[in-house]
């Protein structure tokens, strides 16, 4: 059966994620606590994956339900802050990991994410178990973190989540909540970081495309991708949809 096997959302956007059983769709479309704080630098540009490999080195825990982050360095060295109540502390600790001035953002109406007129992103585990086995020692939970998506799909073929942009894409169903394909995502540095050091695989790029080609499915519409360095479905939740929550284990059906 097609199910939610996974949802994860990044409380901080670029650091790690955390896993959820269920997860609302804000009223802005995206999943409630995805991207929730982000990291800027004095220009109040973001600090990311694709700026620094150094995001990798920190180790996050971030408790929902108290507004708690705990971060630890390779080193070992292990920091908790409240993000509401602690924020320049934080912006202290973390201006001094960065060597930089940081500034600590918070929007609960869509979250840091990308593309904030869109919503979830969506890969199927079977699009991540192919992705692993192109690379030496590359694992499935590496791939994932690398591709950072926030729904997982099982039980479902590899690059099952290509048919859903293009002329004619149908949408798919999640639980009660409808959810449309906007466009692929487009990919830059980030999956080619290893999650845990930030050090570039090289020739991620060219394997990755070499493969992406040789594999793209037969179902999916080749004129609504740009490239082949893409993977990955940036969704949409209809606004009748939002408030509503997925949860891990729902049923996924096409939806024509």
């Known amino acids: ?27 802005g479309g995206t999943l409630a606590g995805d991207r929730e704080y982000a990291l800027f ?12 490999g150094r995001v990798n080195e920190l180790t996050p825990e971030y408790d929902p ?37 940081v500034y600590i953002a918070h929007d609960t109406e869509t979250g840091y994410v990308d593309r904030q007129s869109m919503g979830p992103s969506v890969i199927s585990t079977a699009t991540l178990e192919t992705v692993a086995s192109w690379f030496d020692r590359m694992t499935v939970e590496s791939a ?22 293009g002329a004619d894409a149908p949408a798919f169903v999640a639980g009660d909540i409808r959810i449309e394909g906007v466009t692929p995502c487009g990919r830059c540095i980030v999956p080619a970081r290893n999650p845990e050091t930030g050090d570039p695989l090289g020739e991620f ?18 004129d609504a991708f740009d490239h082949y360095y893409t993977l990955m479905l ?18 996924v059906e096409i939806a024509e």
């Open 1 to 27: 059966m097609s199910h939610i096997e996974r949802l994860r959302v990044y409380p901080v956007k670029a650091l790690e994620g955390t896993d959820v059983e269920e997860a609302r769709i804000r009223e």
């Open 41 to 52: 630098d004095g220009d109040r540009e973001v600090i990311n994956g694709k700026r620094t």
């Open 65 to 101: 339900s108290s507004g708690r982050l705990t971060v630890e360095t390779p080193a070992g060295e292990r920091r908790e802050f409240d993000l509401d109540t602690e924020r320049e502390r934080a912006m202290a600790w973390f201006g001094e990991f960065f060597d930089e001035d």
């Open 144 to 165: 994932r973190r690398r591709l950072r998506a926030n729904i997982e799909v099982g039980g479902v073929p590899a690059f099952w989540e290509d048919r859903f942009v």
């Open 205 to 222: 790029r060219e394997r990755f495309v070499e493969k992406r080609e040789e594999t793209f499915p037969e179902w999916a519409d080749r």
């Open 234 to 251: 940036i969704a949409r939740v209809p606004a009748a949809d939002r408030g509503k929550s997925l949860r891990v284990g729902e049923e």
